[in-house]
């Protein structure tokens, strides 16, 4: 099965790729999904406090991910 992984902020410099499509097992979670993400692309570990969004809805870690579903990865913001 096939989902879109969109990167945003210090996630897409790490990765280098703003989007990706990326191949995942039947019944994963969101929590399922970012531990393959943090074991493909270790850059990401140090920084994994980021937040990941559902097709444009923040999502929890037991949301179930379908087929031709968009994950985006939201790092931590701050301001001044």
């Known amino acids: 099965m096939k989902i879109e992984v969109l990167f945003f902020g210090i996630t897409a410099d790490l990765i280098g790729e703003k989007a990706i499509s990326f191949d995942v097992s039947e019944e994963m979670t969101i ?24 097709n444009m809805e923040y999502a929890e870690g ?9 994950i985006a990865l939201i790092p931590p913001v701050s301001g001044g």
Do not use: R
């Open 31 to 54: 929590k399922d999904i970012k531990e393959k993400l943090l074991k493909t692309y270790p850059k990401l570990v140090p920084h994994q406090s980021f937040t990941m969004a559902l």
């Open 62 to 70: 037991n949301n179930l991910v379908k087929n031709g579903d968009a």
